[in-house]
């Protein structure tokens, strides 16, 4: 047996072996060689100045994160000025409620009907905002006291029912498979299309990021698949991403349009893409690249990307293309017989098209909890299916993530539907864009302000051309008057999303913003209050794990009593 020394001097010859030399040598090379293509991609994708705005902030952030570690005292610093603005933050949300009325723990005795229905009599009086005003933007999809009745009815029909077992609920499988068929109808889906109900638009989004994972995996073998969306996409497909090991590369927006790039967008596929879709409407051989999508309209500044361009690379590449119609479901495809037409197709007669999610319980007034998510074929959608065969328990399938759900979702949903109907939904979406260009041309004609792109669906976002007039003074000013209007950042910017309630309110809100901007005109400071402060701050705040941190105080206030 060899001895320590001798195995010491036989590792040492083999560590310097020329075998060796050129296995480092080549580890080293192609270290160097891929960083080298990563660096020369994301510049191309994301184009010199905005990489290089990219590369500082992460410089900067990896320096801060250093500075934290090893510099005596500061992480403590920072974490002390974390706690105290999480702390603040938490007492506003969970409010200030006496010890006696909080239910820690099971009452020992139940309650009787009355004392129940008086606790929550209680605690709806907790509600401040006055909803019904329509000074809220998005949020409250309210169809009418009407609708409410009606589905509050279909609830209790309905209360025990449970989609899971339709052999037991048989009415409730009728119905959402009928309110699936309704919106791939509005949707001129294919013959062969087909869909399933989700609790809601970020449901939708994962189903498909896992379809697409899932079959580009079984028939491709595909293990690092990737996504290419513009970077206004709504974040649940970040969250998708993350949840199922998906690279997410984000395209910039055409400034001027507020649409994705396409430019961009076609240099991302072109680096990874070998994916052929055979006109069986099988899957072929495949590289790492899963999908590309775009938004009919986008949350931040709803914009509706050029969806048949996108359709049209879609085709080129083969490769299946998602349209994220959560927030217009239920208003695009009115649109034109409500007198409002759209540039051009942003449903299934887009030939590259592969699914489209679609919100009900937004401007469909179903309650919340519903959304339908749709695909050109039924062999895509049994990528999106869940199915084991050999639990002890028993064959389980089901066809989303829940596995149990509340049939009274479904019955309300298909109770709005049918209650509305195709004349009612296009009344509504009439009334809804009158409203909305009724707020983009007032903005439009004050001076300090832009609208961002053109609103074709329900959302009108703007931002202050003036730096003297900054925009986050103008949403503290509004939050002053009782408006609670969605901030956004990167750029700074406001939107408002019309709903049925802001009808009522849009001339108000054209004044309320005159009436805003002259106070700013004479007083830039008179808007510096929480909104400014909050928003102001965090886009000065280099350090983003700071923000994470906030965050993680804001989601435990949600639970906290």
């Not at 899957?283 to 969806?307: C, K, R, T, V, Y």
Request: charged letters at 20%; aromatic letters at 8%.
């Amino acid at each position: 047996m060899l001895g320590l020394r001798e195995l010491n001097a036989l590792s040492l010859s083999v560590a310097r072996s020329p075998a060796v030399d050129a296995a480092k040598n080549a580890a080293l090379l192609y270290f160097l060689l891929r960083s080298a293509k990563y660096v020369v991609d994301y510049v191309r994708v994301r184009g010199p100045a905005t990489a290089v705005s990219d590369m500082v902030k992460y410089i900067i952030q990896k320096t801060i994160t250093l500075a934290r570690t090893f510099v005596p005292g500061a992480d403590g610093l920072i974490a002390k000025q974390v706690e105290e603005n999480v702390k603040s933050l938490q007492a506003k949300i969970v409010g200030n409620i006496p010890e006696n009325l909080k239910h820690r723990a099971l009452p020992a005795q139940g309650l009787p009907h009355s004392a129940v229905i008086k606790e929550l009599v209680r605690l709806k009086d907790l509600d401040k905002v006055d909803w019904n005003a329509g000074k809220v933007s998005g949020a409250i999809y309210h169809g009418g006291e009407d609708v409410n009745k009606l589905i509050t009815e279909a609830f209790g029909m309905y209360t025990v029912s449970n989609p899971l077992h339709p052999e037991i609920f048989p009415g409730v499988r009728q119905m959402e498979a009928e309110v699936v068929s309704m919106v791939l109808r509005m949707y001129n889906a294919p013959e062969g299309a087909a869909g399933s109900m989700t609790s809601g638009g970020t449901e939708s989004l994962l189903m498909a990021i896992k379809t697409y994972r899932d079959m580009a995996l079984q028939l491709r073998g595909v293990t690092e698949p990737e996504m290419v969306m513009p970077e206004t996409i709504h974040t649940a497909v970040d969250k998708g991403a993350s949840y199922f090991g998906v690279k997410l590369i984000h395209i910039p927006i055409n400034p001027v349009t507020g649409q994705v790039d396409l430019v961009k967008l076609e240099r991302a596929i072109n680096r990874n893409t070998i994916m052929v879709r055979q006109t069986d409407n099988s899957w072929g051989e495949m590289s790492n690249f899963l999908q590309i999508a775009g938004s009919s309209p986008n949350f931040p500044h709803g914009i509706i990307d050029p969806i048949p361009e996108l359709s049209a690379i879609a085709l080129k590449y083969k490769i299946p293309m998602h349209v994220d119609a959560c927030l217009g479901g239920f208003i695009v495809p009115f649109a034109e017989k409500a007198g409002f037409p759209l540039p051009y197709f942003v449903d299934f007669r887009n030939e590259g098209v592969t699914s489209i999610s679609c919100d009900t319980h937004k401007y469909g007034f179903a309650p919340k909890g519903s959304s339908v998510i749709m695909y050109r074929s039924k062999e895509i959608r049994n990528y999106q299916y869940f199915i084991t065969t050999e639990w002890p328990g028993g064959v389980y399938c089901s066809p989303t993530i829940a596995g149990s759900r509340p049939g009274a979702l479904v019955a309300g949903c298909w109770a709005a539907m049918m209650h509305f109907g195709e004349s009612g939904y296009v009344e509504t979406t009439r009334k809804i864009l009158t409203a909305t260009h009724e707020i983009a041309n007032g903005v439009a004609a004050i001076p300090e302000l832009e609208v961002i792109g053109k609103p074709y669906a329900s959302v009108v976002a703007f931002r202050s051309t003036n730096p003297a007039i900054k925009i986050y003074a103008v949403a503290d000013l509004l939050d002053r008057k009782g408006w609670h209007l969605n901030v956004l950042q990167n750029p700074a910017a406001m939107h408002i999303a019309c709903t049925f309630l802001t009808v009522k309110s849009a001339k108000q809100l054209v004044k309320d913003l005159n009436e805003a901007v002259e106070t700013l005109r004479k007083d830039p400071n008179a808007g510096n209050g929480d909104v400014a402060a909050i928003y102001g701050t965090m886009a000065s705040v280099p350090d983003r794990t700071v923000i994470k941190e906030v965050c993680n105080g804001f989601l435990d206030a949600l639970t906290m009593l």
